[in-house]
């Protein structure tokens, strides 16, 4: 593919119009992925979490900035939520990011969630594909902030970030969301705020007493995005985390993982996509859904009648393949 190929020569417009047709979920998706495959695996992606107001995007532009002064070239996805009344985004994050328009090593991609609620845009792991492809060193993902739902970008991120703030709240209640388990670099964030110590010093108790990682004790780094303060701890809390995944072998294994979940995701996607598409156009299913909406007989009966129909599932087999084109 010629925007492909354009692509790995350096053009930023062909990654943008590329990480387009991937968002669009367009025909010509499976394609893309095929080709870039060979050049993946360089990028390593660091997920930036947390609360809104937590001042994600001020602390990603900020790290950044350190690691464009250590000569790494750096993609940003930012996600933004999507309004559900037009369907558009703010897509603020690239107004707190423009002190990086200018640099040609850094490519800002702000992406609407469309829906998700996992805090990332489903198409995510597309994007940061193509962006590891382009040749970047580092992949910076920043969820869109909806607190306790983004379990998500685990499955996409090398090394996960979770900001707060001094007045977040109760941290017993972060841990018991589920994402203190994800993180493995914790950061509070306007730690000149009342309170800021205090939360680091919970934080650090709690990490004490819950179960941890014996190859990796995750380190509570205290910030001032935007005041420049502590950047540099949270490169180094990165750097650490990447080593200890590297030295112990499980940065492949989280790898092997993504890999296999996206896979299962793929093939859901496109079997559930193929049963619309008999759903709409064959009428040998009226049958099945009048009985369900009747109540006549339970759904779990008539998916398995279904499922044991040859004819049906050929057919479904043969509009799955067809969505995957």
């Not at 995007?57 to 930012?78: D, H, Q």
Request: charged fraction near 25%; aromatic fraction near 6%; proline fraction near 4%.
């Amino acid at each position: 593919m010629d925007l492909i190929e354009k692509m790995r020569a350096g053009s930023q417009q062909a990654l943008a119009r590329l990480i387009t047709l991937v968002e669009q979920e367009d025909q010509e998706t499976p394609q893309i992925m095929k080709e870039i495959y060979p050049y993946l695996g360089k990028a390593y992606t660091v997920g930036i979490t947390g609360p809104p107001g937590a001042g994600k995007s001020t602390l990603t532009s900020r790290l950044t900035a350190v690691l464009r002064e250590k000569g790494y070239s750096v993609g940003i996805i930012a996600a933004d939520p999507t309004s559900p009344f037009s369907g558009g985004a703010v897509l603020g994050d690239r107004i707190r990011m423009q002190e990086h328009f200018l640099d040609e090593k850094v490519f800002i991609r702000s992406m609407a969630t469309r829906g998700s609620h996992g805090g990332l845009p489903s198409t995510t792991p597309g994007v940061v594909k193509l962006m590891d492809a382009f040749g970047m060193d580092y992949i910076i993902v920043e969820t869109v902030g909806v607190g306790q739902t983004e379990l998500e970008i685990m499955e996409t991120a090398d090394t996960t970030v979770l900001v707060l703030v001094p007045e977040a709240g109760d941290t017993i209640q972060t841990m018991k969301a589920g994402i203190f388990e994800i993180a493995d670099i914790f950061v509070v964030n306007k730690a000149d705020r009342p309170g800021a110590d205090a939360m680091v010093t919970e934080l650090i108790g709690m990490l004490h007493i819950s179960p941890h990682k014996e190859w990796w004790d995750a380190p509570v780094v205290a910030t001032q995005a935007v005041n420049n303060i502590g950047i540099d701890k949270l490169y180094e809390g990165i750097q650490g985390h990447r080593c200890a995944m590297q030295d112990t072998s499980r940065l492949a294994k989280r790898r092997r993982e993504q890999r296999r979940k996206e896979f299962i995701q793929t093939v859901e996607e496109r079997t559930k996509r193929g049963l619309w598409q008999l759903i709409e156009s064959d009428k040998r299913l009226t049958p099945y859904l009048d009985k369900v909406e009747a109540g006549a007989i339970d759904p779990y009966s008539a998916a398995m009648d279904l499922l044991s129909n040859g004819e049906i599932l050929k057919d479904w087999t043969v509009r799955t393949l067809k969505a995957g084109r």
